[in-house]
């Protein structure tokens, strides 16, 4: 049974339930999407009446098969196809991908716990906290607590035993201030354990607790007239406002809130998502998502939304949104607000996201004018070393194949500012000439070319660029000329052996410096042309090989061997089908008479 049957026969017996589908082609899965309905959903893909753009056409023509998973509900199958991409990263899903490992501040769980930044989440009884979208966010956080508060850094096991034995001195740390020495017990444990708390509260966003505990520290240190001891605590104080008023963007009412905003183009989203907890923001984190298959923005948001709760652990049950967005998750409300303090939220992400786009666009479009002003410089130096009289816009290069006289074919390629414009390049089955005789081979071919163009009355190339030494120049020459197109357009050869340039009529060549840009491009066009001909040729070569050795089994046509051929291009392959796929493409006396044929003989 062909392939498109097959999958036919497959999607007919799909369910009609919620789950997930994955689509495969010869080397895994290249698709992973979710359904409502699953059989209603995989055949609009193969719905000749859908309107389908060319990404998901060429998606749909590289399946060979199709599996499903059913699940309970739509929130089932949103969650599990959100899991499979991030495990499988299928090339027409839009991916997350970025490789990073997201850095933590844990809280050692320890006697006296030590707060150190840490990549690697452990299940060890410490606690974590982030995970943060960068090292240096982390940072700003991490040097705040240390500044305010005297924690150990060193590893020593601290337990009872251990300190009492007096297995510890006290370091440097503690005679510049930064601990307070629990290794020699001149700190008491439950005065740290204190810190500690302070600590979780600040790093889960609540700066409540620490800044009442330094007001009163202060007012008490003031009121006992410890002045200098006041104004520690102060100084104090007054990092935790200034922390806090970086960070504080509208009202303290609003709580544990996760708000996401998209804004796109045609290849490309942007999306900015911040995290509020007691009003201030804790976390933000801008991305571009390349488009796999033209996505809508809500979509490519919907899939950007479950990744990321799930990367930085979020329980929010609100999401802010600057579009109609359907999250299938439970207990997760989804809001577009127009007005107020959660507008002000909205507005904020939004520009970042917006400036994500302009700064990624702007760098695109200088990027492309550095190109440009590159390529024009390269056509420049190129027609000052060829002495041409105009900008080498349009080059083509012609190249001829053949091996020991058979199937001759040729080669041109095309180039456009310098660069490959491979809707152009065309290749020649040679019809002329027999045997192998590059030099009426060259002539043929140049007279097909430019008579083609103009007859169809299209602009002939800036300069032509022969792969030979002076034969085959003269030969395109002569061809030139009977067109009556020489002197119009230039033309030179390039030897392969020392890379020289031959220009018609001269007998001397041209040697470029071999670091010039200019003789980089020749040789590229070179390399390109005798490839694009190899290519061409080797495939001719090997479908006559296959074609021959079809058709010479007893009972099988020039059409049977013709769709094999098509197909599978070579023997191998062919050898490699059992006979009921062999059946499936060719019936069953056929495919009986090829099989036995492949099998029992040497080929």
Known sequence: ???????????????????????????????????????????????????????????????????????????????????????????????????????????????????????????????????????????????????????????????????????????????????????????????????????????????????????????????????????????????????????????????????????????CAFINYLKVMNGSIILTQSLEVQKKLDEEDGDILASVVVQLRQEFESTSREVIANIDLVLPLDNVTVLQPQIGDKRKLLNLSLKNALYLRKEREGRQEKNKDLGEQRELRVLETLKKDLRLTELPRQIECFDNSNFQGDNPVASMVCFKNGKPSKKDYRHFNIKTVVGANDFESMYEIVTRRYRRLLSENLPLPQLIVIDGGKGQLSMAVKALKDLDVYGKVAVVGIAKRLEEIFYPGDSLPLYIDKKSESLKLIQRLRNEAHRFAITFHRSKRDAGTLKTELTDIKGIGPSTAEALLLKYKSVKKLKELSLEELKGEVGQAKAQVVFNHLHSSSV
């Open 1 to 267: 049974m062909p392939a498109n049957e097959k999958l036919k026969e497959k999607i007919s017996h799909l369910p009609h339930k919620p789950g997930i589908y994955k689509f495969f082609d010869d080397k895994g899965i290249i698709y992973v999407g979710k359904a409502v309905d699953i059989r209603k959903r995989v055949s609009s893909y193969f719905n000749r009446s859908s309107q389908h753009n060319k990404k998901t056409l060429k998606l749909v023509s590289q399946i060979k098969d199709i599996e499903f998973t059913i699940v309970d509900t739509e929130t089932d199958a949103f969650l599990l196809e959100n899991n499979l991409i991030k495990q499988y990263q299928p090339k027409y899903n839009i991916l997350l991908k970025d490789g990073k490992t997201y850095p933590y501040i844990c809280i050692i769980n320890e006697r006296f716990p030590r707060v150190i930044s840490t990549r690697n989440k452990q299940n060890d009884g410490s606690r974590y906290f982030g995970p943060y979208p960068s090292g240096t966010t982390m940072n700003v956080v991490l040097d705040l607590i240390r500044t305010l508060y005297p924690l150990r850094t060193c590893t020593y096991n601290l337990s009872p035993e251990n300190i009492a034995a007096g297995k510890f001195k006290v370091c440097l740390e503690y005679h510049i201030g930064n601990c307070k020495g629990p290794c020699e017990a001149l700190e008491d444990e439950t005065a740290y354990n204190h810190y500690i708390s302070q600590i979780k509260n600040i790093l889960s966003g609540n700066l409540t607790v620490a800044k009442t505990y330094f007001k009163d520290k202060m007012a008490a240190a003031a009121a006992d007239y410890q002045y200098e001891l006041a104004h520690q605590f102060k100084q104090k104080l007054d990092l935790l406002e200034d922390f806090q008023a970086k960070s504080t963007v509208v009202s303290n009412t609003l709580t544990n809130i996760d708000v996401f905003t998209i804004t796109s183009n045609d290849n």
